[in-house]
């Protein structure tokens, strides 16, 4: 059973920056890739980010790519979420997860606010 964990949310005005973590526990951290997703109120969650168990290879949502970052410590059970050039339409709970594929594990969510 793996424990998710993230931090890092909060408000932020259009055009600047947060980094998101992900603590993990309770599993062989190096086994899983991991991924981050939102949701946004009264939509679907949606799929963001996501990085190989080695962090050799990395994948984003086209809304993602150029401005958002995805990165793991394995040595720490950490994922990380460098999120750039943020706009309000990413406003959104984000979630960790594991096996984005096919999430197994889920994170209770960190809010990010994007004020215009």
């Known amino acids: 059973q793996v424990q998710l964990v993230e931090s890092g949310g909060g408000l932020v005005q259009a055009g600047g920056s947060l980094r998101l973590s992900c603590a993990a526990s309770g599993g062989t951290f190096s086994d899983y890739a991991m991924g981050w997703f939102r949701q946004a109120p009264g939509k679907e969650r949606e799929f963001v980010a996501a990085i190989s168990w080695s962090g050799g290879s990395t994948y984003y949502a086209d809304s993602a790519k150029g401005r958002f970052t995805i990165s793991r410590d394995n040595a720490k059970n950490m994922v990380y979420l460098q999120m750039n050039s943020l706009k309000p339409e990413d406003t959104a709970v984000y979630y960790c997860?594991?096996?984005?594929?096919?999430?197994?594990?889920w994170g209770q969510g960190t809010q990010v606010t994007v004020s215009s």
């Open positions: 997860a594991a096996n984005p594929a096919a999430p197994d594990y």
